[in-house]
């Protein structure tokens, strides 16, 4: 069998060559080291991140919950709700009441003292345009 021109030129094994055909290239040591140092970063993030979300919300468990409200007075609005709260602590609580196009047409705040930690209340709210519904916003413990 006779090799032709082309085939006395071709070379015999893989393209890029073998790693002994490249003696300098430097070792590949100290990769996993980078993994671990990633891995404890986003660990001591995510940690982190998740210390300050639970830390933001603090100690602020107030339980509100709206009963009933009455809108039709056309001066002003009338609300229902209940609170619960620790019996040792006092909350304030701002109600609004709502147009139909969810504009806020009157809002308070209500101070609920320290010593019961249930409290069901009826609030009236002076509104500026006709309200369409009446909520409270939010409650926190002061």
């Known amino acids: 069998m006779a090799t032709s021109e082309a085939d006395q030129g071709r070379f015999e094994g893989p393209v890029l060559g073998t790693p002994g055909d490249v003696p300098d290239r430097p070792e590949r040591g ?22 300050v979300m639970w830390a933001a919300k603090g100690e602020t468990e107030v339980i509100n919950q709206v009963i009933a409200f009455d809108v039709d007075h056309g001066e002003y609005a ?14 304030v609580c701002r109600l609004h009441a709502m147009d139909v196009g969810h504009a806020e047409v009157g809002s308070r705040e209500v101070e609920i003292p320290a010593g019961e930690g249930y409290v069901r209340l009826t609030e009236r709210l002076q509104i500026s345009a006709p309200a369409t519904s009446a909520d409270v916003e939010y409650c926190y413990l002061v």
């Open 78 to 91: 009338e609300i229902t709700f209940e609170v619960i709260k620790p019996d040792d602590r006092a909350a």
């Open 30 to 51: 100290g990769r996993f080291v980078v993994h671990v140092v990633i891995a404890i970063l986003c660990a001591v993030t995510a940690g982190g991140w998740g210390y």
